[in-house]
Nanobody
Framework: QVQLVESGGGLVQAGGSLRLSCAASGRTFSSYAMGWFRQAPGKEREFVAA????????NFAESVRGRFTISRDNAKSTMYLQMSSLKPEDTALYYC??????????????????WGQGTQVTVSS
């Protein structure tokens, strides 16, 4: 079992920055890959970024590449998503998820077993 809790969301103006955190507990954090997804109202959940268990591999959706970075601190059992140059279209509920058997190249929600409750990010124009 893995429990995930996101934090760091909020309201920010376009062009601003936010850092999301995902605190994990339960199974050894350094043994599995992690990912971030987001879901806007009326839209399907979409992949944002993922990171391997070691942090050595990262993967990003085309829409956020160059603006977002993903990292993890295995000693703190925490993953981060640094978001910069935010756009109104980044507005969504952001979820972190644990991928027990995959890698940073896993981009489909069904590949992730455990999910947090989400944190809202709203970018105003």
């Amino acid at each position: 079992q893995v429990q995930l809790v996101e934090s760091g969301g909020g309201l920010v103006q376009a062009g601003g920055s936010l850092r999301l955190s995902c605190a994990a507990s339960g199974r050894t954090f350094s043994s599995y890959a992690m990912g971030w997804f987001r879901q806007a109202p009326g839209k399907e959940r979409e992949f944002v970024a993922a990171i391997s268990w070691s942090g050595g591999d990262t993967n990003f959706a085309e829409s956020v590449r160059g603006r977002f970075t993903i990292s993890r601190d295995n000693a703190k059992s925490t993953m981060y998503l640094q978001m910069s140059s935010l756009k109104p279209e980044d507005t969504a509920l952001y979820y972190c998820a644990a991928n027990l058997y995959g890698s940073a190249w896993s981009t489909r929600p069904r590949e992730y077993v455990y999910w947090g409750q989400g944190t809202q990010v709203t970018v105003s124009s």
